[in-house]
């Protein structure tokens, strides 16, 4: 368990976003780069049920305090680059919670990137409509 100025730390990517976690022990608030959750998410609830996802899953949703530093992407990749900084700090502070955090998938880094454009073509793929004469 952590004391009041310790914290543990966690990094998550996805996407072009970057998220870094440290976790204290306290009454459950979560602060995204200095402001609350619901408010640096405009109180989407569905966004804010998947950042807690890692505490929910255990069970400890009011146990912990945690600052999140996000920078890159957009709201949805840096609410999946969050949520694997948080599982990350979890399973630093307690090796026993890897595997249900790891079964949950919660410690797995999605690789989807956006694919980058091709010369002589519109985007990554589309292609100018083929004619035939």
């Not at 200095?34 to 949703?61: C, H, S, V």
């Amino acid at each position: 368990m952590a004391t009041k100025n310790e914290y543990f730390y966690g990094l998550g990517r996805r996407k072009a976003a970057t998220a870094r976690a440290r976790l204290f022990a306290g009454k459950g608030n979560v602060m995204v780069n200095d402001k609350k959750a619901a408010d640096y998410f405009d109180g989407n609830e569905q966004m804010l049920e998947e950042l807690i996802a890692p505490l929910t899953l255990i069970g400890k949703e009011k146990a912990y305090d945690i600052t999140l530093v996000v920078s890159g992407g957009g709201q949805a990749g840096q609410v999946d680059a969050s949520k694997l900084a948080i599982s990350k700090a979890l399973s630093a502070m307690n090796d026993d919670l890897r595997s249900t955090l790891k079964k949950a998938g919660l410690l797995k880094r999605d690789p989807r990137e956006k694919e980058s454009k091709k010369y002589g073509l519109r985007s990554a793929r589309k292609r100018e409509q083929f004619s035939k004469r």
